[in-house]
Structures are given as C-alpha cells and as structure tokens.
C-alpha cells in the first residue's frame, strides 16, 4: 500500500520564492575551467553566458544543520517532503528568451507547479515540477525553465524505469569521460551537496549506486553547449530528460542529429545505453 499523502504533498502548489545574483565572471570562469570550455577567451562582462550555466548563480547555502542526510537541504521547506528516499534532477524544459549578459543582475522566480505520484517498477514514484523565471531587474525575461525532480525509493540497481530509446544514425559525435575532479568541481561549482557525487559507501549502501553519479544537470550542459556549438547560433529552446544513471568511470559519447534548426541529442553510456536524451531549437 502506498503511504503517499498526495493531497498533503500538494499543498506546496504555488509555494514560491525570489532571488537576485551577480552573474559574475568569475564564477563563470570557475566554470570554463572545469569542462575545458573551448571559448574560454569569451567570457568577459558583457558577452551572452553559455546555455544552462545559469544553473551555477542564485545557489541556496543553507546551514549544515539544515541539511538531510542525503546532503540536500532538509524537506518540508520550499520543496514537499516527499517521503520518498532517493531524488534525481530526472528532465526538464528551458526557453532562452533574452541573453543572460555575465556582468549583469538578475532576479530569479521560482515556484512549485505541480506534485503528481505514479506508480513505476521500482515502486513509488513522486514527480515535483518547479517553475523558473530569470528576469532582469528593469523586469525583462530572460529566461524561462520547468525543472522536473523525481524521488523514489533506492533499488539494489540503483536503476531508473529507463524505456528502451531508438537512437538516430548520428550526424556528429563527441565524447568525454568525466572524472572525480569533474564531479567535485561541478558540485563546489553548483554548491550541491549530494552525496552521491562524492560518498561512494552512501552511493553503494544507500542509494544501490554502484559508483559515484555523474550530475544530470552536467551531462546536460554538455549537450546544450554542444548544440550551440554545432550550430553556431544561441539556442531558443531546449528539452532534456534523464533516462538512466551515468556512473564515475563511464564515458558519454554526446550524439547528435541535425534537422534545419532542429537538434534531436542523446547521452550515450559505452554499452549503448541512453542516460539523456534533449531536443534544442535554434533562435
């Protein structure tokens, strides 16, 4: 029997908050320097931030006393406490409206828009979208963004309820191997205190992680900026969603076909598994 209270859990709907931030170039530097970005030269005040890399301002610091056991911060605040053991960044949906000037201040928008349960092999499943908007402080979108957060319950696999994907013959390929650095990097970057970036024994005994996880949010970065890159124009759009974990030791081959100004894109494990698959849209 499910002991999902789905009505309590609905009760965050509309819980909001409102942040401000310095898009700072330093931060951004932090950034080009640990995925090797190839325009590193161009990151200056004034020149348009790289898609997603939004995700590493407005972060949350909350006390260590505050925190979870899984690192996050604690449920029952702006996020329903769902409970549920284990929670992804499982996808997502992103308009590039404005530029996002590094240099610049920008207000950030959030509230919760839905909380719906279902019901997956694993078991429970609760799926929590949040609703984003960065703006500029004169009131200008900038951007706007869905986040989906998926919880449920850890499986000796470790595993997602992953549905089998046909992937396209690929126009353009690329590969990278992330390692411990990377995910250390990336999690001081994003100030993500998951432990399953960094815990292995919690990876192994709590979550069924076999390995340290590779951050979604990365493997998405990856693939947006590779869109730009094989596009040559900012992106209008882009869609992501996490189909299955990507470990420490696994490398991801980022594929990618082309369709006028349309990006269909896969995060692919060694193995021919899809861990992410995106769409982006060119302006």
């Not at 009131?139 to 869905?146: C, N, S, V, Y």
Request: aromatic share 8%.
């Amino acid at each position: 029997m499910s002991l999902i209270d789905l009505k309590y859990l609905r009760t965050w709907v509309g819980t909001a908050r409102i942040d401000e931030d310095l898009i700072s170039r330093r931060h951004a530097c932090l950034m080009a320097a640990a995925i090797n970005y190839s325009a590193a030269d161009k990151i200056s005040d004034g020149e348009i931030l790289p898609p997603l890399w939004h995700w590493i301002y407005f972060l949350e610091g909350v006390p260590a006393r505050e925190l979870g056991y899984d690192g996050h911060p604690a449920r029952g605040g702006f996020m329903p406490p769902v409970p549920l053991s284990n929670r992804m960044w499982a996808g997502g949906r992103v308009s590039f409206v404005t530029p996002v000037r590094i240099g610049s201040m920008v207000r950030k928008e959030s509230s919760i828009l839905t909380v719906d349960h279902k019901q997956g092999r694993s078991g429970d499943l609760v799926f929590v979208t949040v609703h984003h908007e960065l703006k500029s402080l004169q009131g200008e979108t900038l951007i706007r963004e869905e986040q989906d957060i998926v919880y449920k319950n850890s499986t000796a696999s470790g595993k997602n309820d992953a549905l089998s994907t046909i992937v396209p013959v690929a126009h353009c390929t690329t590969s990278y191997t992330p390692d411990s650095t990377l995910l250390f990097r990336y999690s001081a970057l994003t100030f993500n205190g998951h432990r399953i970036h960094y815990d292995v024994d919690y990876c192994r005994e709590q979550e069924g992680y076999q390995n340290l996880v590779i951050h979604g949010p990365l493997n998405a970065t990856m693939l947006a900026g590779y869109a730009q890159d094989l596009c040559g124009a900012e992106l209008r759009d882009f869609s992501y969603r996490g189909l299955s974990p990507a470990l420490l030791g696994d490398t991801i081959t980022l594929h990618a076909t082309i369709q006028d100004k349309r990006i269909t894109l896969f995060a692919l494990l060694a193995n021919g598994t899809v861990c992410m698959q995106a769409e982006a849209l060119v302006a």
